[in-house]
């Protein structure tokens, strides 16, 4: 039977320097999951705008449903800027405010969550009041709560992201947040596999995938860490890849693979999407082989 997953967040265009491309976090992890056949929604918001008009043709495009796409009349569709290094490593200046700052909560957006497998949020989404108050209380509708974490400076409190992590039965996070967390929690770990094991404790968090760049993954389920070295690629970009990798590991978990199996699945496509251009370039079945 086909797995089901609802996401709520951010849908924009990515400003690089060759133009824009259809991203944001959320939306590229909906899409993702997309690909590899989940019946994924996406919960969001645009403006009444040329921008929010090409990114539903883009979606339609794309197979994805939009009938969980608000249309705002006051706040623009969204924007962000990106930058990147010598490396590829891509940073981001996010307009504010924007469309999906101001997600409501409405009936179908319950009734998503409700039917879904698993509920995805991040903490980006919930810089702003209106949007926060409508992620916390989808996430009491949820079965099962996936929190990536995505921390985007300045956007993020920790009182917030308690809030967030409190709720969380799967958690991913990559190394920079987790030293974030460290500081931020006085988790007094010195190794990795020591903080997680602190953070599944404070928070009740069943699985925390850790994902360290070129280096690869980790997981922590059930005080057993597993560890993917990761797949070496000339990288074009980094937009999207840490979403892929997020869509590929709740894919392969919801269809009941094993841990080192949902890993290297995984670390594939985040891999493949790093080799290209942009967060979301076309692939099938054969990026897993």
């Given at each position: 039977m086909q797995k089901t997953v609802t996401a709520i967040g951010e849908i924009?265009?990515?400003?690089?320097?060759?133009?824009?491309?259809a991203g944001g976090s959320s939306m590229n992890v909906a899409l993702n999951l997309h690909k590899q056949g989940i019946n994924s929604r996406l919960i969001s918001a645009i403006g009444d705008d040329e921008n929010g008009t090409e990114l539903l043709s883009f979606l339609s495009t794309q197979q994805l449903s939009s009938n969980l796409i608000q249309l705002n009349k006051n706040l623009p569709t969204s924007t962000?800027?990106?930058?990147?290094?010598?490396?590829?490593?891509?940073?981001?200046t996010i307009v504010e405010?924007?469309?999906?700052?101001?997600?409501?909560?409405?009936?179908d957006a319950i009734a998503a969550v409700q039917s879904a497998d698993a509920f995805v949020y991040c903490s980006l989404t919930c810089r702003n009041e209106k949007s926060r108050a409508t992620v916390l209380a989808l996430i009491k509708q949820a079965k099962l709560k996936v929190f990536d974490?995505?921390?985007r400076e300045p956007f993020y409190t920790i009182a917030t992201l308690k809030a967030l992590l409190a709720e969380a039965d799967i958690l991913k996070i990559?190394?920079?947040?987790?030293?974030?967390?460290?500081?931020?929690?006085?988790?007094?770990?010195?190794t990795d596999e020591q903080l997680l094991k602190q953070l599944t404790q404070l928070f009740d968090i069943q699985i925390i995938c850790l994902t360290v760049g070129e280096k690869g993954a980790y997981v922590l389920h059930e005080d057993k860490l597993y560890h993917h070295p990761g797949y070496q690629v000339k990288v074009a970009d980094t937009v999207g890849a840490g979403d892929s990798f997020l869509a590929t590991f709740l894919a392969s978990y919801l269809n009941g693979y094993p841990f080192e199996q949902?890993?290297?699945?995984?670390?594939?496509?985040?891999?493949?999407?790093?080799?290209q251009k942009g967060a979301n370039p076309p692939y099938g079945s054969e990026v897993f082989e």
């Open positions: 924009l265009w990515d400003v690089l320097p060759e133009g824009k491309k962000v800027a990106v930058k990147l290094d010598a490396e590829q490593q891509a940073t981001y405010p924007v469309a999906w700052d101001a997600i409501e909560l409405t009936a974490i995505n921390l990559n190394e920079h947040e987790l030293l974030y967390l460290q500081t931020a929690l006085n988790l007094t770990g010195s949902i890993l290297d699945r995984a670390c594939k496509v985040g891999a493949f999407v790093a080799s």
